[in-house]
């Protein structure tokens, strides 16, 4: 199987905190993770390409100082909004790419409200 | 740039009855496409993928999807819809990122409401 544990489901912090969002391949190894964002009722927007003992790859128009991805290991990457303000309220989902015939999972998904 | 586009935000249809929903896409040399459902407040679950072969991929849930290179299309089909089948329906293609990593395009998504 292939698959993605994202934590936290819900967070719900207050403007001006940071918040770390916590995504993990629990039985395969991923080199690349990616982050999305998501507006209520739109598309998924890819945010960066996080990749294993390297800096992340972000998109045109995403903040990387604001959006802080750390891929440390082959099982964990996270994000983490920092400095968060209400227009970072969103729903955020994290996937991972498993070696293979372009196998990508998805974890559940962050809703994050900033309050 | 590889891209999908899904024409229609909603799509209704009666339960037992068949069901369709559109994708469409453009690509530089041959496509890898996907499908995905999201029900509220979750990720995305793979229903299913054409990166070559038969041009009807069969997936989960007793869906499948048909790949039309002279049309440019990759509709999803299922022959007797579900309410449970009532959900947000992604077409995804694969995509080479600045990085050089694979990544994934997503239409703007079809929302699947099926009525009893």
């Known amino acids: 199987g292939a698959v993605v544990s994202q934590h936290p489901s819900r967070v719900i912090c207050k403007s001006g905190t940071s918040v770390k969002i916590e995504c993990r391949s629990l039985?395969?190894?991923?080199?690349?993770m990616f982050w999305y964002r998501q507006f209520p009722k739109q598309s998924l927007m890819l945010m960066a390409t996080?990749?294993?003992?390297?800096?992340?790859?972000?998109e045109q128009g995403v903040e990387k100082d604001k959006f802080l991805i750390n891929h440390a290991s082959l099982t964990l990457s996270t994000l983490t909004v920092t400095s968060a303000h209400p227009e970072d309220s969103s729903f955020y989902i994290c996937?991972?790419?498993?070696?293979?015939?372009?196998?990508?999972?998805f974890g559940s998904g962050t809703r994050l409200t900033v309050v | 740039a590889q891209s999908v586009a899904q024409p229609e935000d909603q799509v209704n249809v009666a339960e037992g009855n068949p069901l369709t929903v559109k994708c469409t896409y453009s690509v530089s040399g041959n496509p890898y496409l996907f499908w995905y459902v999201q029900y509220p407040n979750r990720g995305l679950q793979f229903l299913l993928k054409y990166i070559t072969g038969d041009n009807l991929v069969k997936g989960s849930y007793g869906f499948e999807a048909e790949f039309n290179k002279s049309q440019t299309s990759f509709h999803l089909k299922k022959p007797s819809a579900l309410v449970s089948d009532s959900a947000l329906y992604f077409c995804?293609?694969?995509?080479?990122?600045?990085?050089?990593?694979?990544?994934?395009?997503f239409g703007a998504g079809t929302r699947l409401a099926v009525h009893p």
């Open positions: 996080s990749n294993e003992g390297s800096k992340a790859t972000y």
């Open positions: 996937s991972a790419l498993k070696q293979g015939p372009y196998g990508y999972t």
């Open positions: 039985d395969f190894q991923a080199t690349t």
């Open positions: 995804a293609v694969r995509d080479i990122g600045s990085g050089g990593y694979n990544k994934l395009i």
